[in-house]
């Protein structure tokens, strides 16, 4: 593995059904977020997490869960998905949440909830 | 609230000169990042400014003012693989980045 991963690259999904998105980096970054991306939109950030065992919630976090049990992964759960849901979402990483950091980002993942 | 302002798209032809421009009102201010986004890619990272003034790094160049809440991405002799979008990001005072909404560079031959 270089860099980040997202798993999976896209996926169709029902209404109401639960999904989990992966993000595995191996660059032993202590930060990580989780972003959406909508067309005509920036980046918002859903879920981070400054350090392993640590979570914050961003700026649209209601229908989503992370959890970070260690350095390298950092999971987003959608409980129950809805329309609104689709879009296209990335992973990021940095060293730290520190104000010169550069955030490193995944491949992204596609997902359509119908 | 917090808001990056950028234009939506712009049109430059290969070889040229092209200025993106970005105007921030944010709370708290720790940095301010450009980056560029391929259709269907993920935004990689070109520039960071944390002081007033001029970063040159090739043929981009990064301009920030935080007197003004004023930002201009450069980009010089400019190649078809241009073409993307350009991503302004200013770090606010909880250090988290608050994203313009990007410009759209359309490179005509």
């Known amino acids: 593995i270089a860099g980040i991963t997202q798993a999976p690259t896209s996926q169709i999904l029902a209404a109401g059904r639960r999904m989990t998105l992966r993000c595995t980096q191996d660059?032993?970054?202590?930060?990580m977020y989780w972003y959406r991306q909508d067309l005509g939109l920036g980046l918002r950030l859903i879920h981070y997490?400054?350090?392993?065992?640590?979570?914050g919630k961003g700026e649209v976090p209601d229908g989503y869960s992370v959890s970070r049990a260690n350095t390298d992964d950092f999971p987003l759960t959608l409980a129950s998905a809805v329309p609104s849901q689709t879009s296209v979402y990335f992973c990021?990483?940095?060293?730290?949440?520190?104000?010169?950091?550069?955030?490193?980002f995944g491949p992204g993942t596609r997902l359509t909830v119908l | 609230g917090q808001n990056i302002d950028q234009p939506t798209e712009m049109t430059a032809t290969e070889g040229a000169i092209v200025q993106i421009n970005c105007t921030y009102q944010?709370?708290?201010?720790?940095?301010l990042f450009w980056y560029q986004q391929h259709a269907g890619e993920a935004p990689t990272f070109l520039s960071y400014?944390?002081l007033d003034g001029l970063e040159e790094k090739g043929r981009f160049s990064s301009f920030l003012s935080r007197s003004k809440g004023y930002s201009y991405l450069l980009l010089k002799e400019l190649q078809m693989k241009d073409s993307a979008s350009y991503l302004c990001?200013?770090?606010?005072?909880?250090?988290?980045?608050?994203w313009g909404a990007g410009t759209k560079l359309i490179i005509k031959p």
């Open positions: 944010t709370s708290g201010f720790n940095g």
């Open positions: 990021a990483s940095s060293g730290t949440s520190g104000g010169t950091d550069t955030q490193y």
């Open positions: 400014n944390v």
């Open positions: 997490s400054n350090t392993a065992g640590t979570t």
């Open positions: 660059m032993r970054h202590n930060a």
């Open positions: 990001a200013v770090k606010d005072s909880n250090y988290q980045l608050i």
